[in-house]
Antibody, heavy 118, light 108 residues
Framework: EVLLVESGGGLVKPGGSLRLSCAASGLAFRSSSMNWVRQAPGKGLEWVSSISSSSSYIYYADSVKGRFTISRDNANQSVFLQMNSLRGEDTAVYYC???????????WGQGALVTVSS | DIVMTQSPATLSVSPGERVTLSCRASQSVSSNLAWYQQKPGQAPRLLIYDASTRATGVPARFSGGGSGTEFTLTISSLQPDDFAVYSCQQYKNWPPWTFGHGTKVELK
């Protein structure tokens, strides 16, 4: 069974930083691209960032480019999202999801809530 | 960027009814289209990929159709467990990978 478990969410002030982690098990992590998708309260799903299996290819949504950094540790089957210069509009549940670039996002974590508020 | 538009935003239905949801892409995505089901407080669950292939464990009452810019998700006989939000996603032209805003299927 594939399990993705996010951690690191919480309340942060505007301009602050937070680092999300996603621990994976039950999938061929070293050969899987990984993705972060967020969902603001009452809104739809928004893709945030993706990283290829070897970290060679990394992509960001325009809304987070220059503020967020995705990375991964294949030895420990984890993917991370470093979020800096946080804004109110970054408030959302952040999901990590597996799925290669030409494939759907087939497995999802339970999500981590990030609230940006003073 | 490809814009995904779903209709209707909300669908009020009774158990046992046949339900058809629509998803339109602003340009062709071939068959690189997925449908997700999301219940309150839960993560999205992959239902359909490649426009018409059911994911593992998805009941046969769910079917997907279409290609290019027009897609449908049909639930042949709605079950109580099917009340949820359904979102489509294209994975043809990326980045970005884009989602529709979702259709909420609620109890009539």
């Amino acid at each position: 069974e594939v399990l993705l478990v996010e951690s690191g969410g919480g309340l942060v002030k505007p301009g602050g930083s937070l680092r999300l982690s996603c621990a994976a098990s039950g999938l061929a992590f070293r050969s899987s691209s990984m993705n972060w998708v967020r969902q603001a309260p009452g809104k739809g799903l928004e893709w945030v960032s993706s990283i290829s299996s070897s970290s060679s290819y990394i992509y960001y949504a325009d809304s987070v480019k220059g503020r967020f950094t995705i990375s991964r540790d294949n030895a420990n089957q984890s993917v991370f999202l470093q979020m800096n210069s946080l804004r109110g509009e970054d408030t959302a549940v952040y999901y990590c999801a597996s799925g290669d670039y030409d494939d759907p996002f087939d497995h999802w974590g339970q999500g981590a809530l990030v609230t940006v508020s003073s | 960027d490809i814009v995904m538009t779903q209709s209707p935003a909300t669908l009020s239905v009774s158990p046992g009814e046949r339900v058809t949801l629509s998803c339109r892409a602003s340009q062709s995505v071939s068959s690189n289209l997925a449908w997700y089901q999301q219940k309150p407080g839960q993560a999205p669950r992959l239902l359909i990929y490649d426009a018409s292939t059911r994911a593992t464990g998805v009941p046969a009452r769910f079917s997907g159709g279409g290609s290019g810019t027009e897609f449908t998700l049909t639930i042949s006989s709605l079950q109580p467990d099917d009340f949820a939000v359904y979102s489509c996603q294209q994975y043809k032209n990326w980045p970005p990978w884009t989602f529709g805003h979702g259709t909420k299927v609620e109890l009539k």
